[in-house]
């Protein structure tokens, strides 16, 4: 029996949740847990992976017929290395606070498995079309949970959405949400609730 033919919108929208990094891969998730803090950090550190993954993927399967076997993890590696000083610099010159806030976790981003992943799992065994969109998807995915996951850990841990205060005056902060326990205790639940709604999703 052959195999069914994956169409071009399924090969971005399953980054998005079927094969979500964070929720259901579980890559990713030191940077997930540390930057998250806020909104604003969640976002720009999605930003910046979905830009280094995009690129990456691009870059690998336009490369791919001519990268030996023996290093193709180590050209991958580079490929990503370079992308990832772009993104760095790019906010160390221009959203220096961003920067400062997200510290050593964007040069962090070469090693990050969810990127050098699908490198490997999928950049490197198709076109040019079809490894953009799941670049993006997977990117999409990775920044959305991580703008969610922040925007929950923000909204009890300061009041604020991306810096504006939304909670009434006489609420009083949760200060765990934003040490790592409230990090792991929120993404602990936003992987649950994923994983019972796929499973409601299974049984219809």
């Known amino acids: 029996m052959s195999k069914k033919k994956v169409t071009l919108i ?6 998005i949740w079927k094969e979500n990094p964070i929720l259901i891969s579980l890559l990713g998730l030191c940077p997930t847990l540390a930057v998250t ?30 990268i030996p076997s023996e290093v193709r993890i ?5 490929i990503i290395a370079t992308f990832v000083t772009i993104a760095d610099r790019f906010l160390a010159a221009y959203f220096p606070d961003i920067s400062s806030s997200l510290g050593p976790f964007i040069p962090l981003i ?17 076109g040019i079309g079809r490894s953009f969109l799941d670049a993006f ?12 996951l922040g925007t929950i850990r923000e909204l009890f841990g300061s009041g604020t959405i991306f810096g504006i205060q939304v909670m009434w005056d006489s609420f009083h902060p949760w200060a765990v949400m934003i040490l790592p326990p409230g990090a792991f205790l929120a993404l602990g ?7 019972w709604l796929n499973e409601l999703g299974e049984k219809k």
């Open 37 to 66: 803090v806020s909104a604003e950090n969640g976002l720009a550190m999605g930003l910046a992976a979905t830009f280094v993954v995009i690129s990456s993927s691009i870059i690998v399967s336009m490369l791919r017929k001519i």
């Open 74 to 78: 180590a050209s991958f590696i580079v």
């Open 137 to 148: 998807g997977v990117g999409l995915g990775f920044t959305l949970v991580l703008v969610l």
């Open 10 to 15: 399924q090969e971005f929208l399953k980054g």
């Open 189 to 195: 639940l936003m992987i649950g609730a994923s994983n």
């Open 110 to 126: 070469i090693v990050n498995c969810m990127i050098l992943g699908r490198q490997e799992a999928f950049a490197s065994k198709n």
